[in-house]
């Protein structure tokens, strides 16, 4: 059956079998987007980040220790 005009516009509404074959594909995508890959857990990338940050403030205050130091 076909429910779609020249134009590929749906003719019959809601109703059409396309439509809802459209609609179920992309809620089937939504619930299983997992399967693209896992998706980390954002409290783990919030630590990696903090801990990045210490890091580089470590490191940039350990610079400044040196230069402070070697200036006196």
């Known amino acids: 059956m076909n429910c779609c005009n020249d134009f590929n ?33 954002p409290l783990e990338d919030v630590a990696a980040t903090i801990k990045g940050l210490v890091a580089w403030i470590a490191v940039v205050g350990i610079a400044g220790l040196i230069f402070w130091a070697w200036g006196k």
Request: charged share 25%; hydrophobic share 20%; net charge positive.
């Open 9 to 41: 516009n749906c003719t019959q509404g809601r109703d059409c079998p396309i439509r809802k074959q459209r609609a179920q594909e992309a809620n089937d995508a939504y619930i299983n987007r997992g399967s693209w890959g896992n998706v980390g857990d």
